[in-house]
């Protein structure tokens, strides 16, 4: 079965870091690869996706993602980060006719 | 707008009693998922359908059923709510077009579901 880790469950920064997010997943096919952003009290939103193409993906908001297929990765990035990014972060990878998503990652930025 | 709607969207409920949540959507998409989401575990996939009358188990399916009848709405119940059910619930649609718009999966608001 299809398995998504991400190894930073809370990631604290000041405004203007740089982030980085990191993703790996477990599939042994062709899989589509997302992220999405969840504010504090509200659903999931799609922030990115990769099907296929570059590998380098730009979603919204200023963050991208890049698809390393020999590492089974999908990092998400953003060169300088806002208070407004604090968020929660998931990472989630569609191989099959599910979806399965990381643990989160919980990212405050300070200001 | 994915036009996704679910109910009721807060239910507190005792222990043992059964408990149905809704999922509506307009967009007459094929896939539908119910989640649930934990802290410190993500969200997790109970159970999803690809289609009328067809349904299958997720991560996390005991102690939940689902049922589609019609396209629009899939069911998520819980036949006899436990305190491990306290949880939100998200709903999700993904639609079946071309590529870059299929595969894509849109959210509903979330059920906060209370089992005291």
């Known amino acids: 079965a299809q398995s998504v880790s991400q190894h930073n469950h809370h990631v604290i920064l000041s405004e203007a870091a740089s982030l980085e997010l990191g993703c790996n997943y477990s599939y042994g096919g062709t899989v589509n690869l997302f992220w999405y952003v969840q504010y504090p009290g509200q659903h999931l939103q799609l922030l990115l996706k990769?099907?296929?193409?570059?590998?380098l993906v730009k979603g919204i908001k200023g963050f991208e993602a890049e698809f390393i297929k020999s590492k089974f990765s999908f990092n998400l990035r953003k060169p300088s980060v806002q208070w407004s990014d604090t968020a929660e972060y998931f990472c989630?990878?569609?191989?099959?006719?599910?979806?399965?998503f990381g643990a989160g990652t919980r990212l405050t930025v300070k200001p | 707008d994915a036009g996704i709607t679910q109910s009721p969207r807060h239910k507190v409920t005792e222990t043992g009693t059964p408990v149905t949540l809704r999922c509506h959507q307009t967009e007459n998409h094929r896939y539908m998922y119910w989640y649930r989401q934990d802290p410190g575990h993500g969200l997790r996939l109970i159970h999803y359908s690809y289609g009328v009358k067809d349904t299958d188990k997720g991560e996390v399916s005991d102690g939940y059923s689902v049922s589609r009848s019609k396209t629009e709405d899939f069911l998520l119940t819980l036949e006899s709510a436990t305190s491990s059910q306290t949880s939100v619930y998200f709903c999700?649609?993904?639609?079946?077009?071309?590529?870059?718009?299929?595969?894509?999966?849109?959210f509903g608001e979330g059920s906060w579901l209370t089992v005291v």
């Open positions: 989630a990878v569609n191989g099959n006719n599910d979806m399965r």
């Open positions: 990769y099907f296929s193409g570059d590998p």
């Open positions: 999700a649609i993904r639609g079946t077009g071309p590529t870059t718009a299929g595969n894509t999966i849109y």
